[in-house]
Every structure is written in structure tokens, then in C-alpha cells.
């Protein structure tokens, strides 16, 4: 073979390993895009996460419905987490009214107390008055006109005496039997009031203590 073929033939080979031609310039092999490509698939692969990730590798139309309910799912817990947070703020709303309804209801008590006593002082120094004056003195219309007094104060509380009469039905709410003694009046009827009971808007303070009938006549 003479050296002109040998030239030709080593010009062939070197064509060959250097690829195609692109306007006189040799094509490299596209390793650059080839990279960019992977990266980007990598990069969707990670976008998913959680059970619809897993669901995905076997049906992508099953996945997307798990999807949206991690998606609800996500939504509820928010919700459920913001119930929470308002019902805590209302209890202790609660808790701040009731401590202050129970300081009014003190501060009401005080100052009605602080009215009834007011009302009680000037009593009180009738009564003094009274005992002031002379050993000698009549001091009854004093002590009268002091009970009338009082009797007034204790109406303004709305405060009735409890006083029943002889031959009254005895009330188990509003009385209170000391005795049974054999009298005239029928069987379960007041004979005698021992002590006068008091009541306060319907409500029994003290009940009057009484002697009641047993039914039995001793008159001859």
C-alpha cells in the first residue's frame, strides 16, 4: 500500500471518532442537556410528598383525589385549631364574668346591709334615750313609739311578723309546736302563741312558736 492510502485511511478514522459535522464544525455530544434534563425530573419527584406521593407510583388518577384530601384534611385540622383557640379566649371571658358578677352581688349585699343599718342606728338611740331618763319615768310610750319605729324599718325590708291566733290552723311551714295540751279548740289548731315568727319576702326567717290542741275538752 503506498503512503498516500495510508494518509486517507487515518483521516477516515479520525471522522469517524470525531462524530458529524454542523457547518464545517464538529458536533459534541449533548452531555449538558442531557444533566438538565435528570435535574428537572428529580425536581418534580420531590414536589410530591406524603400518601399521595406513594399513591402516584401505581395510579396518578387515584393520586390526585388522595391529594385533595390532604388538602381537606389540612384545612380541618386549621379549623380545628382555631375552634380551640376561641373556646379557650371564651372560657376565660367566663371566668372574668363571673368574678366580676360575684364582686357586684358582694358590693350589692354591702351596700343594702350598709342601708338597713342606717335605718337601725336611729332605733337604737331611742332606745338609749329611754334608758337615760329618770328610774322614776315612764318609759313605755317611749319603748312603743321605738317599736313602731322599728316596725317600719323591718317593712321596708319587706319583713312580716308571723302571729297566729287561737284557733288557727297550725302550718307546719310557718309554725313550730312546742306543745300539745288538751284545750276547747279543735284537734291541730293553735291554743297559744309562746313566740312570734318572722318572714322575708315569702320566705320563713324564724317560725312562730306555738302550743296546739290536742282535741280532748276537759271542761266538766
Known amino acids: 500500500m503506498s503512503d498516500d492510502a495510508d494518509m486517507d485511511a487515518d483521516a477516515a478514522a479520525e471522522d469517524v471518532e470525531s462524530g458529524p459535522a ?3 464544525e464538529t458536533a459534541a455530544p449533548d452531555d449538558e442537556s ?10 418534580e419527584a420531590s414536589t410530591e410528598t406524603g400518601l399521595a406521593s406513594e399513591v402516584a407510583e401505581v395510579d396518578e388518577t387515584l393520586a390526585e383525589d388522595v391529594a385533595a384530601l390532604e388538602g381537606r384534611v389540612a384545612e380541618l385540622e386549621a379549623a380545628l385549631d382555631d375552634a380551640r383557640s376561641k373556646l379557650t379566649r371564651k372560657q376565660a371571658d367566663f371566668q372574668n364574668y363571673k368574678k366580676r358578677t360575684k364582686k357586684k352581688q358582694e358590693q350589692i349585699k354591702a351596700r343594702a346591709t350598709e342601708d338597713l343599718v342606717e335605718r337601725l342606728v336611729p332605733v337604737r338611740d331611742n332606745l338609749v334615750r329611754a334608758l337615760d331618763q329618770d328610774e322614776e319615768a315612764d318609759i313605755r310610750p317611749g319603748i312603743e313609739s321605738t317599736l313602731t319605729e322599728l316596725d317600719r324599718v323591718l317593712e321596708g325590708e319587706n319583713v312580716t311578723v308571723i302571729e297566729p ?18 284545750a276547747e279548740q279543735p284537734a291541730g289548731t293553735v291554743v297559744d302563741l309562746y313566740q312570734p315568727g318572722y318572714e322575708m319576702a315569702e320566705k320563713v326567717i324564724r317560725p312562730a312558736q306555738v302550743t296546739v290542741s290536742s282535741g280532748a275538752d276537759t271542761a266538766e
Open 165 to 182: 291566733q287561737p284557733g288557727d290552723e297550725v302550718d307546719p311551714h310557718r309554725h313550730e309546736v312546742m306543745l300539745r295540751v288538751d
Open 34 to 43: 442531557t444533566g438538565d434534563d435528570a435535574d428537572a425530573a428529580t425536581g
Open 22 to 24: 454542523v457547518n464545517g
